[in-house]
Antibody
Framework: EVQLVESGGGLVQPGASLKLSCVASGFTFSDYWMSWVRQTPGKTMEWIGDIKYDGSYTNYAPSLKNRFTISRDNAKSTLYLQMSNVRSEDTATYYC?????????WGQGASVTVSS | IQMTQSPSLLSASVGDRVTLSCKAGQNINNYLAWYQQKLGEAPKLLIYNANSLQTGIPSRFSGSGSGTDFTLTISSLQPEDVATYFCQQYNSWTTFGSGTKLEIK
């Protein structure tokens, strides 16, 4: 069974950094592109970016490119999202997913709240 | 590319044929997916390439359309279909619609 489990969410102050993790199981992680999508409290879905199966290439939504970094450790079957200089508008549930232009497997989500 | 879904809320009876709409701001060819999100859960892929049914999804779900106008159809609404449905285009980067919330009347 394909499983994706995010962790690392929580309450964070504006301007701080936060790193989310996503552990994959049930499939060969190193064979797949992966991506992050976030959903705001108002339920708006926003694609953050993706990473090639070997970690050699990444794409980002232009509005987030300068503050968010996606990486992976295939030996640990783990995907990461490094968020820096967070803002109140980054408050959302963050989902990792298996990606081939469409997202065919999703984690349960990690909730991030940016507030002082 | 802006994706517009309608209606935002739809109430229908069990057994009804239900149609949800998704319109793209420009031609996206067939690069359109549909997702179902039940309350408190992650989204689930239903349809990709506008009309291809994802493995394991009941055949009462179907997708159609091309270019800018797309439709998700549930042929006979079941109680377990209560959810919010999102469309996603992946012709140019990727963007999502704002969702249609489907309720049982």
């Amino acid at each position: 069974e394909v499983q994706l489990v995010e962790s690392g969410g929580g309450l964070v102050q504006p301007g701080a950094s936060l790193k989310l993790s996503c552990v994959a199981s049930g499939f060969t992680f190193s064979d797949y592109w992966m991506s992050w999508v976030r959903q705001t409290p108002g339920k708006t879905m926003e694609w953050i970016g993706d990473i090639k199966y070997d970690g050699s290439y990444t794409n980002y939504a232009p509005s987030l490119k300068n503050r968010f970094t996606i990486s992976r450790d295939n030996a640990k079957s783990t995907l990461y999202l490094q968020m820096s200089n967070v803002r109140s508008e980054d408050t959302a549930t963050y989902y990792c997913n298996r990606y081939n232009y469409v997202m065919d497997a999703w984690g349960q989500g990690a909730s991030v709240t940016v507030s002082s | 590319i802006q994706m517009t879904q309608s209606p935002s809320l739809l109430s229908a009876s069990v057994g009804d044929r239900v149609t949800l709409s998704c319109k793209a701001g420009q031609n996206i060819n067939n690069y359109l997916a549909w997702y179902q999100q039940k309350l408190g859960e992650a989204p689930k892929l239903l349809i990709y390439n506008a009309n291809s049914l994802q493995t394991g999804i009941p055949s009462r779900f179907s997708g159609s359309g091309s270019g800018t106008d797309f439709t998700l159809t549930i042929s006979s609404l079941q109680p377990e279909d209560v959810a919010t449905y999102f469309c996603q285009q992946y012709n140019s980067w990727t963007t999502f619609g704002s969702g249609t919330k489907l309720e049982i009347k």
